[in-house]
């Protein structure tokens, strides 16, 4: 039996449960040194002068570096470049790595302070003398778009960093001229702090003997930061520029960036010669990493007499914060533009985005990345339309769908849609929720005092972001395709290097179900390495649920490379023509015939070439093979959310949340539904709890657990998780990713329930998220 | 200062600064490194380890308050090369992914189950409160312990 | 952190000359649950720590004629486990199995809470609310007359709060509405019907834990919820942050009283 589709144990867990995984704070290196950087505490402020002598005398301190020290090199780069309207660049401001005459956010990084212990570092820290001269600040969207708003960059005019636009103006406009109906709804779609349980983390060390650098990072893709770092940042040729991502404590996006951090650490460790450690404390994570989300915008359907979408324009304005992360621009536009068709077929479609510049912590791709904010402002448009046409929300839906006869389809926002089948999930969705029987159960909590409703998201996302060729056009300054190496050792076990990294997705067990059945060997004979740059050819690393619909595939190529040189071998030994040879379940077999090698047996073969065909073959068994998808894949699905509120205290209870999603073929079904209930937790937590607060004058008022909520175990139910398959069509897994559908399908689910439950009260919208003081203030201005 | 600690049965004395923390402890003089620091305001709980065999966050105690006492880390669960139940269980019922709160969880539940041999979910998740995991929903660590449970059940 | 001396007296007389040799720039450490992320954060520096944890005889729980006496050693988890506070005042190790989370529970004690005096913390309702006296090394005091103001207790600087005195309760509940992210209260209501009248404090929602002596006239002769429902509290003196305004704190007063109420009932 193969392993695919099965729920195999995951190989990595064993380290992880044992204490021995390999975190990059768990990385001693000797005669190390520790890090601590002092940080703005203003949002704006001119810095006029620095005084480390105080601090230099203090107990320990090695060293201390402002940005003066860092002249002549490079600045964080951005890795995506939007441009306007009108074919202009986006403005693009410099980003030093160590504020020089400006700082411009709380948290800014302002010097390091490097000392023999990370209590003397903190210490010291406390003694460096910065002049701050406070300026005006903006710290909302709002704020900075305001007549006469102070600048955060001089030369961003109005502090704007693009105005961008897709689709076509003027079939929206001749849509709505036509149209029987008009909905329209002004939606926030509030920041978050992503909050990976493990801070970020760095360790550097340069070894003078051999000029090599090594830097252990807490990286969702080292070869990015390798590539970044080295050639844009500090002019280190690759070959001698190792970036190693160890075990990562969870990165739901934050930690695909360069940060200011990292490359001042390495900076300080070549120039001290000696490692530099440094390890963010949580209220650093809070101030620096980046955040996601935070998005205003107004959305306006256009729909006939009968219901039908006729066309939809989108005017949203995104916070990038105070500089541009790496992917920053890509996220308000190619990431969130691109999926307002979600599964309706609506003809006409124009978004226009506005990306302005806060003196806030930088913005970027947090767990689904612009999809959830145009999901979300989709699924309550569509929630909208329904009630304010008097139809009701499933048949709504149902009517504007696209059918799966449709597909390949095109969208009018760039994207071509290879499969699906939106009808089939939402059905299951209804079925595995008792849809039907919802009223029961509303009169039944009514008894109990509580308001219980039903909420729905029919959805879609864009996954594995590719090709390379069409990603360069929309302004990515790197590749998107994926890289993997198959060596295969002399008795026919197997190590597989992947350019993905794995930190918490489980690939170690995932990708070698795929080898293993592909080569018929034992899955306990195929290990995963991921995460050194000095081990895989090249990686992009893990991020838009990519790793197994780009990297997956990338492994399949190398192995049927493998397979096909293991036939020329084996054509050899078995005195046939290679053409003749056919493999499966292990066996390099004879057409027609019971002669055969085994895997294994083509493998020593090649590694103990005597009887070989020399003149064809190279000896050896490894593969190396890149994999540039042909499109972006395309899972969805339905996501219902069922809860009560208790009208008095405006607290929600989460009863039920049960999805029915496609995510394509599925290699490890254990693996896969944990990557939903992780994402619904993270979805949820948008929808009820978690939201990040600036105050005017940019001051963090959400700075630590005690007052940013994370989801608990009490504040969740058990899930009830649904598949609907439709296997991706071009590429060689069928799959078409799992990470973030949780994340995208379910806020807008959870808030359509909470306004179901509220409407009953005249409610009609409420802001996420939907904390009982919200639900309580809407229930009260409703009844006036 | 000098203190005496039985780390995972052995009896370990040094010398500590007073500030010194117990996961400081743990993690730097002993290199016990699986037990992790998630937050500055002790509510994560990936810092749990157990003291006297009762659950405590490690950010939140000093070395200098564990002299003379006994602590338990993940690294002292598997024993002769078996999992703990309660880690076999995680690995069973997938209750961890990126691993990082994984060694808080389990020594808090191992406590969970110390004080409540049979809890029913409620009371699971309310026991979590102390433990924050980003990745699983809580959804397979609630399993996880359920799976425990009913297996250690009489045992 | 900054570093300080530390000390592990053996009895109260030692801690006591512990405390004033460190010129009232000393702090005693009970459980350190509040203390200890406090010295992470820098809130505060002492210059020396005075350990109780080597000192017999605060954490007992008896039974002392109408009272019941908690050790200010007692952690939360030994008040909520404990069947003498189980069979007295059930509310009280209610209240305590829901303090902070089961670490902190295993760590935190009565005494610390109490002397720390957060305005959010659950201690202090219920020693206001049930009428409560403080024990210390030198006096006792009234538990009206001891948490006078943020974190403010009249506790002087070589003073060690040794125990908390219980009056038994005829009926008593705590009803609280938690924050979402640190799990303190916003607003904790704690009603009890004792020999001494009837009681209603509020903790979580103002500078300090205070009472609503209109809610408890009104209880005195009728204790129902019914008999306070329309007694609203102003919210002008009530705190206000991110998660909860005042106004809104003020609502939870009302509601959070009542079901305290309901449930003091059964």
Same mark, same amino acid.
């Given at each position: 039996m ?7 144990? *995951?190989?990595?867990d064993?380290? &992880? ?18 890090a601590?950087f ?6 704006h ?7 480390k ?24 780069p %951005?890795g ?11 403005a693009?401001p410099?980003h030093?790595a160590? %504020? ?5 956010f709380?948290?800014?990084e ?5 000392a023999e212990t990370?209590a003397?570092?903190?210490a ?5 003398m910065?002049?701050?001269? !406070?300026?005006?600040a ?7 778009i305001?007549?006469?708003a102070?600048?955060?960059?001089a030369?961003a ?24 109906h008009?909905?329209? /709804? ?13 801070p970020?983390?760095?360790i550097c060390e340069y070894?003078?003997?051999?000029? /090599?650098?090594?830097?252990w990072?807490?990286?969702?893709n080292?070869?990015?930061?390798? #590539?970044?770092?080295?050639? &844009?940042? #500090? ?8 970036v190693i991502?160890p075990?990562?404590?969870g ?5 695909i ?11 300080a460790? *070549?120039?001290?010669?000696r !490692? ?10 809070f101030?620096a ?5 935070d ?14 979408? #006729?066309?939809?324009h ?5 916070? /990038?914060g105070?500089?541009?992360s790496?992917f920053a621009?890509a996220?308000?536009?190619?990431l969130h533009?691109?999926?307002?068709a979600g599964?309706?077929k609506?003809?006409?479609?124009y978004?226009?985005?506005e ?9 970027d791709?947090y767990?689904g ?8 402002q ?8 329904a009630?304010?046409l ?18 390949p389809?095109q969208?009018?926002?760039a994207?071509?849609?290879d499969?699906g089948d ?5 059905d ?6 008792d849809?039907?029987?919802?009223e ?6 009514k ?12 959805y879609?996302?864009?996954?594995g972001?590719a ?6 056009q929309?302004?990515a300054?790197a590749?998107?395709y994926?890289?993997?190496?198959i060596?295969v ?11 993905t990294?794995?930190h ?5 067990? @995932? &990708? ?6 592909h080569?018929?060997?034992d ?10 740059t000095?081990?895989?050819a090249?990686?992009?690393g893990?991020?838009?649920?990519r ?5 997956g595939?990338a ?5 049927d490379k ?5 036939k ?6 078995l005195? @046939?023509?290679e053409?003749?040879?056919e493999?499966?379940d292990?066996?390099f077999t004879?057409?027609?015939?019971d002669?055969?090698?085994?895997f294994?047996?083509v493998?020593l ?9 020399i ?5 050896g ?6 994999y540039d998808p042909?499109?972006?894949?395309y899972?969805g699905?339905?996501?219902? %959310? ?7 205290t405006g607290m ?5 949340i049960t999805?029915a999603?496609d995510?394509g073929?599925?290699i490890?079904?254990m693996?896969v ?7 619904v937790a ?7 709890y978690e939201?990040?607060i ?8 959400t ?19 649904g598949n609907h ?6 590429n ?7 990470g ?7 806020t !807008?689910a ?5 306004v ?5 009260l005249g409610?009609?919208?409420?802001? /996420?998220?939907a ?13 006036g | 200062?000098?203190v ?9 004395t040094r010398?500590?600064?007073a ?9 730097g003089e ?8 998630g ?11 157990l ?13 200098v308050?564990?002299d003379?006492h006994?602590?338990?880390?993940i ?6 090369g078996?999992?703990?139940?309660m880690q076999?269980?995680?690995?069973e ?5 990126c691993?990082f ?10 406590d ?8 029913s979910e409620?009371?699971i998740?309310?026991w979590?409160?102390g ?8 959804h ?8 425990c449970?009913?297996?250690t059940?009489?045992? | 952190m ?9 009895t109260?007389a030692?801690?006591?000359?512990a405390l ?7 702090k005693l450490?009970?459980?350190g649950q509040?203390?200890i992320?406090? $010295? ?5 520096m002492p210059s020396a720590l005075?350990?109780l944890a080597?000192?017999g =005889? ?6 002392d004629g109408?009272? $019941? ?5 007692c952690t939360h ?7 003498v ?7 009280l ?13 295993n760590r935190? +004690? $009565? ?5 720390h ?7 202090p309702?219920a020693?206001? =609310?049930l009428?409560? +006296?403080i024990?210390?090394?030198?006096r006792?005091?009234?538990?009206d007359?001891?948490?006078t103001g943020?974190f403010?207790t009249?506790?002087?600087s070589?003073?060690?709060v +040794?125990?908390?005195?219980f009056?038994k309760?005829?009926?008593?509940a705590?009803a609280?509405?938690?924050?979402p992210a ?12 004792t ?7 509020v903790?979580g929602? =103002?500078?300090k834990?205070?009472?609503? +002596?209109?809610?408890?006239t009104?209880?005195?002769s009728?204790?129902?919820s ?5 007694i609203a509290?102003?919210a002008d ?5 991110v998660?909860?305004g005042?106004?809104?704190?003020a609502?939870?007063?009302?509601v959070?009283?009542?079901?305290a109420?309901?449930?003091?009932n059964?």
């Amino acid at each position: 039996m193969g392993s695919i589709g099965q729920p195999l144990k *995951r190989k990595e867990d064993h380290r &992880f449960l044992t204490g021995r995984g390999k975190y990059t704070d768990d990385i001693v290196r000797p005669n190390q040194a520790y890090a601590y950087f002092v940080r703005s505490p203003y949002a704006h402020a001119k810095i006029n002068g620095i005084d480390k002598a105080e601090a230099e005398k203090a107990d320990g301190v090695v060293a201390i570096f402002t940005g003066a020290d860092l002249e002549g090199i490079g600045g964080v780069p %951005c890795g995506w470049q939007i441009h306007n309207k009108d074919g202009t660049p986006m403005a693009e401001p410099p980003h030093p790595a160590l %504020c020089t005459d400006k700082a411009l956010f709380v948290g800014d990084e302002v010097a390091i302070v490097i000392a023999e212990t990370k209590a003397q570092a903190k210490a010291a820290a406390q003694l460096v003398m910065v002049d701050y001269e !406070p300026l005006p600040a903006v710290s909302s969207i709002k704020a900075a778009i305001a007549e006469g708003a102070p600048l955060v960059h001089a030369d961003a005019a109005n502090n704007r960093c693009f105005d961008w636009h897709l689709g076509e103006k003027d079939p929206v406009d001749a849509a709505f001229a036509k149209a029987d109906h008009v909905v329209e /709804m002004d939606v926030v779609n509030n920041r978050l702090v992503p909050n990976a349980m493990e801070p970020r983390s760095a360790i550097c060390e340069y070894d003078p003997s051999s000029d /090599m650098t090594t830097l252990w990072t807490t990286s969702q893709n080292p070869h990015l930061i390798r #590539l970044l770092l080295g050639a &844009f940042v #500090l002019q280190i040729p690759e070959h001698k520029l190792r970036v190693i991502a160890p075990d990562v404590g969870g990165g739901f996006g934050s930690k695909i960036y360069l940060y200011a951090e990292e490359t001042v650490v390495t900076w300080a460790a *070549r120039k001290l010669a000696r !490692p530099v450690k440094w390890t963010a404390e949580r209220t650093e994570s809070f101030q620096a990493d980046a955040h996601g989300r935070d998005q205003i915008g107004h959305a306006r359907l256009a729909l006939d007499k009968d219901g039908n979408f #006729l066309g939809l324009h989108i005017k949203n304005k995104a916070n /990038m914060g105070a500089y541009l992360s790496t992917f920053a621009p890509a996220v308000p536009t190619y990431l969130h533009g691109t999926l307002f068709a979600g599964v309706y077929k609506t003809p006409a479609i124009y978004v226009e985005v506005e990306a302005v510049f806060t003196n806030t912590a930088p913005v970027d791709a947090y767990r689904g990345a612009g999809r959830p904010e145009a999901t979300y402002q989709l699924e309550r448009l569509v929630d909208k339309a329904a009630a304010q046409l008097g139809m009701d929300k499933i048949e709504l839906r149902r009517k504007n769908m696209i059918p799966k006869e449709a597909f390949p389809y095109q969208t009018p926002v760039a994207l071509q849609y290879d499969t699906g089948d939106f009808i089939a999930c939402l059905d299951l969705g209804l079925k595995s929720a008792d849809w039907d029987g919802f009223e029961a159960r509303r009169e039944e909590a009514k008894k109990r005092g509580k308001l219980r409703g039903i909420g729905i998201s029919t959805y879609l996302e864009a996954c594995g972001i590719a090709p390379s060729a069409l990603v360069g056009q929309l302004g990515a300054r790197a590749g998107l395709y994926e890289s993997a190496t198959i060596r295969v050792h002399p008795t026919g076990s197997v190590t597989v290097f992947t350019g993905t990294h794995s930190h918490g997705q489980g690939h170690e067990t @995932a &990708f070698a179900q795929i080898v293993a059945d592909h080569f018929g060997v034992d899955f306990e004979a195929v290990d995963i390495q991921h995460g050194d740059t000095s081990q895989t050819a090249f990686g992009m690393g893990t991020y838009g649920s990519r790793s197994l619909a780009v990297g997956g595939s990338a492994i399949v190529k190398a192995a049927d490379k493998v397979v096909a040189k293991g036939k020329k071998i084996a054509a050899h030994l078995l005195e @046939a023509s290679e053409a003749d040879i056919e493999f499966e379940d292990g066996k390099f077999t004879v057409k027609g015939t019971d002669r055969s090698k085994t895997f294994g047996e083509v493998a020593l073969t090649a590694y103990v070439p005597h009887n070989y065909p020399i003149e064809e073959v190279e000896p050896g068994l490894e593969e190396t093979a890149f994999y540039d998808p042909k499109n972006f894949t395309y899972p969805g699905g339905c996501h219902i %959310c069922e809860l009560e509120v208790d009208p008095e205290t405006g607290m929600i209870e989460v009863c039920n949340i049960t999805v029915a999603d496609d995510v394509g073929r599925v290699i490890n079904p254990m693996i896969v539904e944990g990557q939903i209930h992780g994402g619904v937790a993270q979805g949820v937590g948008q929808a009820l709890y978690e939201g990040c607060i600036y105050d005017d004058d940019g001051q963090l008022l959400t700075g630590s657990y005690m007052n940013y909520t994370m989801p608990r175990a009490a504040d969740l139910p058990m899930m009830t998780v649904g598949n609907h398959v439709t296997p991706c069509t071009h590429n060689p897994v069928g799959a078409k990713g799992v990470g973030e559908v949780g994340s995208i399908g379910v806020t !807008p689910a959870v808030i359509n329930a909470v306004v179901d439950a509220l409407s009953p009260l005249g409610v009609k919208d409420i802001e /996420m998220p939907a904390t009982p003081q919200r639900v309580w203030a809407a229930i009260r201005a409703a009844q006036g | 200062m000098q203190v005496t600690i039985t780390v995972n049965n052995r009896s370990i004395t040094r010398d500590v600064e007073a500030r010194t923390l117990l996961v400081d402890f743990i993690r730097g003089e002993l290199a016990l490194t699986g037990t992790h620091v998630g937050c500055d305001t002790s509510q994560c709980g990936a810092c749990t380890v157990l003291v006297d065999g009762k659950s405590i966050k490690s950010c939140t105690m000093l070395a200098v308050e564990a002299d003379g006492h006994e602590v338990s880390t993940i690294e002292s669960l598997e024993k002769n090369g078996e999992l703990h139940p309660m880690q076999a269980a995680f690995r069973e019922c997938h209750g961890l992914q990126c691993g990082f709160c994984t060694p808080g969880m389990v020594m808090s539940t191992v406590d969970l189950l110390q004080n409540n041999a049979n809890p029913s979910e409620p009371e699971i998740r309310e026991w979590l409160e102390g433990n924050i995991c980003r990745c699983t929903g809580y959804h397979n660590i609630v399993k996880a312990v359920q799976h425990c449970a009913s297996g250690t059940k009489g045992a | 952190m900054q570093n300080f001396e530390f000390h592990r007296p053996k009895t109260i007389a030692e801690a006591v000359a512990a405390l004033k040799s460190s010129d009232g720039d000393g702090k005693l450490l009970a459980g350190g649950q509040s203390l200890i992320p406090v $010295l992470k954060h820098e809130l505060a520096m002492p210059s020396a720590l005075i350990s109780l944890a080597d000192i017999g =005889g605060l954490d007992e729980i008896r039974l002392d004629g109408d009272n $019941l006496a908690i050790g200010a050693k007692c952690t939360h988890a030994q008040v909520a486990s404990s069947d003498v506070v189980k069979n007295t005042i059930g509310a009280l190790a209610k209240l305590a199995g829901h303090i902070g989370d089961p670490q902190v529970r295993n760590r935190g +004690t $009565l005494g610390g809470s109490v002397a720390h005096a957060d305005p959010a913390a659950d201690y202090p309702a219920a020693v206001l =609310g049930l009428g409560a +006296t403080i024990k210390t090394d030198r006096r006792a005091i009234a538990a009206d007359d001891f948490f006078t103001g943020f974190f403010e207790t009249p506790l002087e600087s070589d003073e060690i709060v +040794t125990a908390v005195l219980f009056p038994k309760a005829e009926k008593a509940a705590y009803a609280k509405f938690a924050s979402p992210a640190s799990k303190y209260a916003i607003v904790g209501v704690f009603v009890a019907k004792t020999g001494g009248g009837v009681r209603v404090a509020v903790t979580g929602a =103002g500078p300090k834990v205070f009472r609503v +002596t209109e809610m408890e006239t009104a209880l005195a002769s009728n204790f129902s919820s019914d008999a306070i429902k329309d007694i609203a509290v102003s919210a002008d003196d009530l705190n206000s942050d991110v998660e909860a305004g005042a106004e809104y704190r003020a609502h939870l007063v009302g509601v959070m009283a009542r079901r305290a109420v309901d449930a003091a009932n059964g």
